[in-house]
């Protein structure tokens, strides 16, 4: 059986072929139609336009319980991870950062003189650019120069949207096995 995904590619394969493939007719109001044609005012495929936009509304929403069922945005979770499994390696699996481990799927940002470089952690390795990096190396690298790795990267864990300091992260280690 297709997941989510595999169903959309094959959606946007049909809509590129729209020759070829089956279609449905769908009413709409014909006023909406009309509107189509004022705005376009030259050769104009109104089912064309709006399959594409039917389909980039699918991709949008791709996994979004607030608008499809629950069976489907598990069905689009559980093939997400599968996706970030392959590409990262393993969740469970990453880089150890002296008391820190960054998971595989960890994003790194660093900011140097205006510009944002990234790196991630994919198979248990941190890579910028295509190189294995330490986060010293990392830093230094981009730099040319001596740095703290610690003040200057930002992590952003697998699941998260938020970037947060490094040194945060570790203080906040640090301070969770002291008890505090």
Do not use: C
Not at 50 to 59: C, D, G, T, W
Not at 83 to 97: I, L, S, T
């Amino acid at each position: 059986m297709l997941g989510p995904k595999d169903r959309l590619g094959k959606i946007a394969n049909d809509l590129w072929k729209s020759d070829l493939s089956p279609s449905i007719s769908v009413n709409i109001p014909q006023s909406l139609y009309h509107e189509f044609i004022l705005r376009k005012q030259d050769d104009v495929n109104v089912s064309e336009m709006i399959a594409e936009q039917a389909y980039y509304f699918l991709e949008r929403t791709l996994g979004d319980e607030d608008i499809w069922s629950y069976t489907h945005a598990e069905e689009a979770a559980d093939e997400s991870q599968w996706k970030v499994r392959e590409e990262f390696g393993p969740a469970h699996e990453g880089y150890y950062w002296k008391k820190v481990f960054l998971p595989n799927g960890t994003k790194i940002k660093m900011t140097y003189k205006g510009k944002i470089y990234y790196a991630e952690v994919k198979y248990k390795k941190i890579l910028h650019e295509g190189r294995e990096h330490s986060p010293s190396q990392l830093v230094n690298y981009i730099t040319n120069s001596s740095r703290n790795a610690w003040r200057d990267l930002y992590l952003m864990f697998p699941g998260r949207d938020e970037w947060e300091w490094a040194y945060s992260v570790r203080n906040a280690l640090d301070n969770s096995n002291s008890g505090e």
